[in-house]
């Protein structure tokens, strides 16, 4: 029964979006590891604090990183990704920054 279960959710996950951090790992992290050309870094807390009172909340960074900005592309260059792949993925690079 537990392992019928566990099918079933694992199922479930793999159809779902992405997780936050394989859409980081696959397409942020290009620019954001490294904070190529003025990208705020992921595990730079300053660098995310203000990003996120700049924009007011995450919902604003979630519309700003689809729209995209200076030289990052709408979405990351991935117009694939959906409004929540982009949440959960910014969400995850400022939980990796610890702020
Ligand atoms: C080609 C490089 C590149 C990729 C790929 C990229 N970014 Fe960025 N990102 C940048 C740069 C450069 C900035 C800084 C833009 C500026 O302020 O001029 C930025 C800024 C941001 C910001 C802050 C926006 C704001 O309003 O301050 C968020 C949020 C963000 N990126 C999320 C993401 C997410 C999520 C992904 C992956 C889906 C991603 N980025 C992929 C280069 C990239």
């Not at 904070?35 to 870094?41: D, N, Y």
């Amino acid at each position: 029964m537990f392992v019928l279960l566990f099918l079933l959710a694992s199922a479930q996950a793999g159809a779902a979006a992405q997780g936050g951090d394989q859409t980081v790992q696959h397409v942020c992290s290009v620019c954001h590891a490294h904070g190529l050309m003025g990208a705020p870094k992921i595990g730079d807390a300053g660098a995310w604090n203000a990003r996120l009172k700049n924009a007011g909340s995450v919902d604003q960074l979630v519309q700003s990183a689809a729209r995209g900005k200076g030289n990052m592309p709408p979405r990351g260059g991935q117009t694939q990704l959906t409004d929540d792949d982009l949440r959960a993925a910014i969400q995850y690079m400022i939980s990796r920054s610890g702020s």
